[in-house]
């Protein structure tokens, strides 16, 4: 079973299931395991009974995510809850609801069907009975779904990145005889491939998870994306660029107020007043890079002893990160804050001086765009970052920021140094990187896609049914 289990997590789904000989009872459920979840990545589709004399309601919307507020603090979650306040306040009714299982998948014991936050209603979809594989939980998850769309007769679905999600919309939709909409936020099978190494881009999970994301995008109504070097991706991987709108990660709320000064912030907080501050709000995960900005600030302060470093965030890379600080001879616990709450999040983006952003050269960061460097410049930071096409798009070099080659710790520290020794440089850059932020990356602005395609839709039912 060992054997099969390190196949299975390389991606080597047919090679784990054909080491399972099923000759014991723990072996056979295993591999019954297996064998559902590499019918998911193969092609498999819910099946549903088509609903009869479904009425949908115009303007009214049902979000499916993967998970959200207040059980779960991300960039997902956050960008999720944005966009669901700004199509409210446009005035469409908007409903989510979040995979079958969760929040008691993460270990919140109770909950009661619904969850209001800021006004937006977030359904729960409860497991019935004990953990089912992973065909078998989304085709309930699929039947719940619908009950849910009966009682609150939406008129468009509109999901996200991964494919799971999108394989019960498309469902349910084809159930209810309404359009979907397929949010691209990443690619979830670089991510995967990203926490193994370079050969898994080979293996079956990897080669399907491509095709199975490429299905679901080919078979939504529309697709919506978050960047330029998104769209391009999936433009060279034969989906329609006529049916592909943009939406990209903004600001809105507490960001779009006046930012207040770091000294100021700081004093707040407790914080040293007079250094200048570097550093990042961010996931600790190993795609991020913040090893590199760990050795560039210990080389830093090797130099200097008027910078600090600090990074907000919690991950699974936590301890690794910290151990390699304190191999440098640093003390973590004044650089790592650990997680901290959304609102205080704010305030550690202004406490910064100089926001970083210094991910690894891979795959999915090619190809993502992040939401805090965005977040970082509303709040009037420059933003020193890698040199990837992604944060091309947010970062503009030697404007709103400085990019950087990743993975290099060297040419990090030098240019943090650089905006630490010039002030007038940080003011500068700060200011264009919030003028372009209010210009270009507000959530009034970004939802602008989404409401056009629901009115879009709007009208074309109109028309079927005066037809």
Known sequence: MTRAKLLWHNGELSKAIDELSGTNHRESRLREFYEAEREVFGGWRPQLEKLVDYSPIPNVVLHLLTNSLPHTESGYTQRSHSILLEQAKSGV????????????????????????????KYHRLALDGPRKNLRDHHQQEAEQLLDLIHTIRPSVIHTTTHFVNGLVAGAVSQAAGIPWIY???????????????????????????????????????AVITIGEQMKNLLISRDIESHVISMSPNAVGEAFLASPQVPRTVRAEMGLEEEPIFVGTVSSLVDYEGLETLIQAYAMLRSRRDDVRLLIVGDGAASRRLRREALSLGLDPTTIFTGRVPREQAVKYHQALDIFVVPRQDLLVTRAVTPLKPVEAMAMERPVVASDLPALREIVTHGVTGTLVPPGDPEQLAKALEELVENAELRFRMGRAGRQSVLLNRTWSTSVQASLKLYKQFSERNANTLDD
């Open 93 to 120: 009714e908007v409903h989510a609801v979040t995979r079958l299982g969760y929040p008691q998948s993460i270990g919140v014991p109770h909950s009661h069907g619904v969850d209001i936050v800021d006004g937006i």
């Open 183 to 221: 949010e691209i936020r990443g690619q979830l099978s670089d991510t995967w491939a990203s926490k193994r190494g370079p050969e898994s881009i080979n293996s079956e999970r990897y080669i399907s998870f491509k095709r199975e994301e490429l299905a679901v995008a080919r078979s939504a109504d």
